[in-house]
T-cell receptor, first 110, second 112 residues
Framework: GGIITQTPKFLIGQEGQKLTLKCQQNFNHDTMYWYRQDSGKGLRLIYYSITENDLQKGDLSEGYDASREKKSSFSLTVTSAQKNEMAVFLC?????????FGKGTRLTVV | QQKVQQSPESLIVPEGGMASLNCTSSDRNVDYFWWYRQHSGKSPKMLMSIFSNGEKEEGRFTVHLNKASLHTSLHIRDSQPSDSALYLCAASASSGSWQLIFGSGTQLTVMP
């Protein structure tokens, strides 16, 4: 079986800081996703990518950039962290009909 | 307006009872639905998927899909305290770019 690895697990940033979250998968899946989840809420799509070097915006893309330089990796950048922001960022990958998630990066902005 | 809407927001059922959760998509291109379960502090894990009209059963879990109304429902019979979790519905269009959109979830609590 494969695995999705997200780094770091916890990220503390300062207001205005540019922060990068990384995701690696060894499923050899084509499609990868970044979601944001606020406490007890659903998942909101930030960016997704259907192949290497492809980027598609989700509904929540403003304030974020993404990069898919290799099929196995997908990174997300928070361009300017907002004070008191707290959320979990989940990376996922899929091959058509099943989606697998990483364990998430928990972001806190002080 | 959210493209995938779930109801109710929260649900409390007694142990051994039936839990029924609903999900509707407002995007007419959608034809694939998934149900995910997320325990507190964990990542979502896929429970069931459904792509054809009708019903699909796996153990205590049954999923229905009505493609005409873009409505799916998840029913959990003989609910257990370990079923307490956030249940997320997701939808995608097979003809499109595989954008996977989630609803806001239903928080299920099963009382012992």
């Amino acid at each position: 079986g494969g695995i999705i690895t997200q780094t770091p697990k916890f990220l503390i940033g300062q207001e205005g800081q540019k922060l990068t979250l990384k995701c690696q998968q060894n499923f050899n899946h084509d499609t990868m996703y970044w979601y944001r989840q606020d406490s007890g809420k659903g998942l909101r799509l930030i960016y997704y990518s259907i192949t290497e070097n492809d980027l598609q915006k989700g509904d929540l893309s403003e304030g974020y950039d993404a990069s898919r330089e290799k099929k196995s990796s997908f990174s997300l950048t928070v361009t300017s962290a907002q004070k008191n922001e707290m959320a979990v960022f989940l990376c996922a990958s899929s091959l058509n009909t099943e989606v697998f998630f990483g364990k998430g990066t928990r972001l806190t902005v002080v | 307006q959210q493209k995938v809407q779930q109801s109710p927001e929260s649900l409390i059922v007694p142990e051994g009872g039936m839990a029924s959760l609903n999900c509707t998509s407002s995007d007419r291109n959608v034809d694939y639905f998934w149900w995910y379960r997320q325990h507190s502090g964990k990542s979502p894990k896929m429970l069931m998927s459904i792509f054809s009209n009708g019903e699909k059963e796996e153990g205590r879990f049954t999923v229905h899909l009505n493609k005409a109304s873009l409505h799916t429902s998840l029913h959990i019979r003989d609910s257990q305290p370990s079923d307490s979790a956030l249940y997320l519905c997701a939808a995608s269009a097979s003809s499109g770019s595989w954008q996977l959109i989630f609803g806001s979830g239903t928080q299920l609590t099963v009382m012992p």
